[in-house]
């Protein structure tokens, strides 16, 4: 082939996300013990849960054929009536959602995807917390839309920075292309901030008020809602949406479950359905049928809910170590802070203001010779918006040992002690 | 939310997909004889080679917990290596792909989709044989790309034509935006061709010779090359590109084994692997880990080949019992041809030019009245190039009894005999 091929743009604009470097080294030396990736923890695999269904499924001749043929674009329906019944029951409305707002898609990262693609023209803004997942803000990169940070804190997005940062838009003249704003309201990756319901409320009541050129919509990531360790169940931004027009929910049973059976799902306003399953259509015809009725089978014979259960306590014990490994270890130094999540898979560390925690920085360079791997903050800031904190550190429980965990948080203390004398 | 909502134009250009309609109108009317739908046949899924799999990859913890945890983007490398010894085996090359040239995917259409992300800027070209695999046309309109028709017969694509069409397209000064050559070159649907080795060595060729303006890909698209039922099976395209920068494969064990696994596969010029998988990674960080450790262990039980078997003898009645029904039913009518295909799914019809077997046609309503459906071929033709034939039809043979074949041939023939009176 003698002309030089160049990738579409759309493939460029997908290239290059900082995770995986991290994750390249993390393979290199397995010695190294990673609170980097967001990896959930093998150890408490539903394999036993997996089997008995599987059993279950696979006995009659006619259901294993139903799970082996073609499904329906938007999903199963057994599977999609059991999700809406267990949202109707966690978050008490008087209704429950229409069996066709609910699309199947592989984890909840492809529902991202495609609600993203429905919603988002290049160029255009969706507003996130700053810090926010950084997955999604390369996905948003690959549509060649824009991230724009709004400050937020212990709680999650501050309604008033949000209120602040649309009039600055407004004022730029962007209103117009501002189409969502992206929370992960449940123990947020990276922060493991969660949002109180007051906050929840003025968020859709602001993405209503501001929706003046085009409609805003809430995209509310609830992956982590199900690992909650401490404290009550807070319910979704979705039922502050009394109209049903604004939010957008984004679940799976990659975290509570398994990843590897990787089954998500979406509720999504009326006006949203039609162009998700067009593009759903378009990539995959829809989900495996297979997999969802086995996630079905899981949830009616009530395999999942003792898994979560144990799963929680399990991640609690990991939380538990490295909170405990934050007092003993990085107390002691100066202006080392952090916050006590209630759930997820994360600690979030603020470092003094002159430790730069980046790939480049020396911080990063002595925690690998230590033999500890985090993910740096900054790549978790949008590029507009907020601006960016070099200081800051994210730190997952979810997969190492409770010993790894005290053992990876000694590490990580002695090299920031090595940097900020 | 007071302002309208407009999805975006690419959720736009994903809409209305005309085989939406048609499945609309098949659960319409139960009693209906479908031979539209490409569905394959659901009394021979794999039930008892998938319970045996799963017995034995779920027996044994450490397994099974892999099988339920995150995988890599490209896919499970167990099944990756089967499919290249596989492939090294159909294919007789001297030297096997490399094991990350093999990409698994969400069953071959998702392959097709990133494969053509990644190659094609909207506006660009792909020629496809006239008529081609409808889903596929509707993928490149959801890119903004245009499908390019070139004549072909009962071989497949003449590659006289496309040496003539690109002549004719670099003529109009457009040759730089031809990115792609889109083959089935197994029992192809709509048309049932298979292309002779001449042909693929053909085509591939020309491909090279009129990479200019930029690379020309082909896409060779193979899902049906399992299921042959007669003759011996040809080499893939694949090895006529001796350079290996050319040809790119899309594989997948929906029409084979069970479309509900859904686990497709592709096999990826070098430089398409970085494009094909960061793509993938922004929407979903590679396909579900559980379903292609199924699929392998499948493999590695010995127990596709048998099942693969059973559903050739199967497909192989299916097929005889479409052509009896056309020799008895569909020969006395004046003008009516079909060719015999050596696999696949489908049979294809040519009418009297003066029928119009589109869906709002006399022949598609009788058709309807008489209680038997199929895909109108006009949906099968590429928008631009060689003009589209209205009085083509495709009949698909998976998914009815041999009765219910023979009795909706019957009721079809009775349908265009009351058109062409």
Redesign the interface.
């Known amino acids: 082939?003698?002309?030089?091929?160049?990738?579409?743009?759309?493939?460029?604009a997908?290239?290059?996300?900082p995770i995986?470097q991290l994750m390249a080294r993390a393979l290199e030396n397995p010695a190294l013990i990673s609170l980097a990736a967001g990896?959930?923890d093998?150890?408490t695999?539903?394999?036993d849960a997996?089997?008995q269904a599987?059993t279950s499924l696979?006995q009659d001749?006619r259901v294993?054929?139903?799970?082996?043929?073609?499904?329906s674009t938007p999903g199963y329906h057994g599977l999609r009536r059991m999700l809406r019944d267990q949202m109707h029951q966690a978050d008490g409305q008087d209704r429950p959602v229409d069996l066709d707002q609910i699309v199947i898609t592989?984890?909840s990262?492809?529902l991202l995807?495609l609600v993203s693609?429905?919603?988002?023209?290049p160029g255009d803004i969706v507003l996130c917390a700053s810090p926010t997942y950084l997955v999604y803000m390369?996905?948003l990169l690959?549509l060649e839309a824009r991230a724009f940070g709004v400050a937020s804190d212990a709680q999650g997005m501050i309604p008033e920075a949000l209120d602040d940062q649309l009039r600055r838009i407004q004022a730029a003249g962007e209103l117009q292309r501002v189409k969502a704003i992206y929370l992960v309201p449940y123990f947020d990756n990276p922060a493991g901030a969660t949002m109180p319901m007051d906050r929840r409320v003025a968020v859709v009541e602001m993405a209503?008020r501001w929706?003046?050129?085009?409609?805003i919509h809430v995209i509310s990531d609830e992956a982590y809602r199900e690992l909650r360790y401490t404290g009550d169940d807070i319910p979704s931004p979705r039922v502050c949406d009394d109209?049903g027009?604004?939010v957008i929910v984004a679940g799976t049973f990659?975290k509570s479950f398994?990843?590897?059976?990787?089954v998500g799902w979406g509720v999504l306003p009326r006006?949203?359905i039609?162009?998700?399953c067009?593009?759903k259509?378009?990539?995959?015809?829809g989900?495996?049928?297979?997999?969802q009725?086995l996630m079905a089978r899981v949830l009616q014979m009530g395999l999942y809910e003792p898994h979560v259960a144990g799963l929680r306590e399990s991640y609690h014990r990991k939380l538990t170590a490295m909170l405990d490994a934050a007092d003993e270890f990085l107390s002691p130094l100066d202006d080392v802070r952090w916050e006590r999540p209630a759930g997820g898979l994360y600690v979030w560390l603020e470092l003094p203001d002159t430790v730069d925690a980046g790939l480049d920085g020396l911080l990063f360079q002595l925690s690998i010779r230590e033999g500890v791997l985090y993910v740096p903050g900054q790549y978790c800031y949008p590029e507009e918006g907020e601006p960016p904190q070099k200081n800051r550190i994210r730190l997952s429980f979810g997969v190492q040992s409770c010993e790894k965990i005290r053992e990876g948080v000694e590490k990580l203390a002695r090299a920031i002690a090595a940097v900020t004398v």
């Open positions: 082939m003698n002309p030089e091929f160049h990738a579409s743009r759309r493939a460029c997908a290239a290059g996300q995986s990896f959930v093998g150890q695999l539903p394999d997996v089997r599987m696979l001749s294993a054929a139903a799970a082996l043929q073609y499904g592989a984890g990262n492809q995807h693609e429905s919603l988002l023209e390369g996905l690959g209503k929706s003046r050129g085009s409609p109209s027009d604004t990659s398994s990843p590897g059976i990787r006006h949203l039609q162009p998700v067009d593009l259509g378009n990539v995959d015809f989900s495996p049928n297979f997999t009725h």
